[in-house]
T-cell receptor, first 113, second 115 residues
Framework: DADVTQTPRNRITKTGKRIMLECSQTKGHDRMYWYRQDPGLGLRLIYYSFDVKDINKGEISDGYSVSRQAQAKFSLSLESAIPNQTALYFC????????????FGPGTRLTVL | EDQVTQSPEALRLQEGESSSLNCSYTVSGLRGLFWYRQDPGKGPEFLFTLYSAGEEKEKERLKATLTKKESFLHITAPKPEDSATYLCAVQTINAGGTSYGKLTFGQGTILTVHP
């Protein structure tokens, strides 16, 4: 089984809808991250969490919110989706007590019409 | 502001033709430089971490090196299965020496190896 899983893997939605992307990990890592990837813009950090009670904004947090429900679960919400939020979304985890290397999930392809 | 620039944007090689990818960076305090491989539609796959200038790491046909301003990913005798996007990222530390954790990525180099 994969160490970092993301659901759904693909989602098509309409402008104005609320969307939640979920990330779960079995690696036992304390830190979790959400990135989006757009062609030509690379990977950009949306939010990150160093533990359940520590949530931080990344460079492009506007229009997004997150919830760290448990050490192993980190969800990303789009309260009112807009077309320019169409992108690939990746969750990542890392262990701050070891190398702090980030390991990525398989991604969610989100299309907002 | 931390900046990472990768070059070239795209590289086309013949099988067996060795070459190098470049990652130049500007950061306030480097904790580590990371290389990832990404196949189309998939998540980045961790390859290497380099922590200090002069450090080198190898894995199969790949060798990563680090200086104070840049890193190189050398590909020796590449095969078609090495075709992918290679991403470079930096992780920084604050004045107290604590890792910020988050990564700043470059745009990536798209490598295509023809048989």
């Amino acid at each position: 089984d994969a160490d970092v899983t993301q659901t759904p893997r693909n989602r098509i939605t309409k402008t104005g809808k609320r969307i939640m992307l979920e990330c779960s990990q079995t690696k036992g890592h304390d830190r979790m991250y959400w990135y989006r990837q757009d062609p030509g813009l690379g990977l950009r950090l949306i939010y990150y969490s160093f533990d359940v009670k520590d949530i931080n904004k990344g460079e492009i947090s506007d229009g997004y919110s997150v919830s760290r429900q448990a050490q192993a679960k980190f969800s990303l919400s789009l309260e009112s989706a807009i077309p320019n939020q169409t992108a690939l979304y990746f969750c990542a985890t890392s262990d701050s007590t070891r190398t702090d290397t980030q390991y990525f999930g398989p991604g969610t392809r989100l299309t907002v019409l | 502001e931390d900046q990472v620039t990768q070059s070239p944007e795209a590289l086309r090689l013949q099988e067996g033709e060795s070459s190098s990818l470049n990652c130049s960076y500007t950061v306030s305090g480097l904790r580590g430089l990371f290389w990832y491989r990404q196949d189309p539609g998939k998540g980045p796959e961790f390859l290497f971490t380099l922590y200090s200038a002069g450090e080198e790491k190898e894995k199969e046909r790949l060798k990563a090196t680090l200086t104070k301003k840049e890193s190189f990913l050398h590909i020796t005798a590449p095969k078609p299965e090495d075709s992918a996007t290679y991403l470079c990222a930096v992780q920084t530390i604050n004045a107290g020496g604590t890792s910020y954790g988050k990564l700043t990525f470059g745009q990536g180099t798209i490598l295509t190896v023809h048989p």
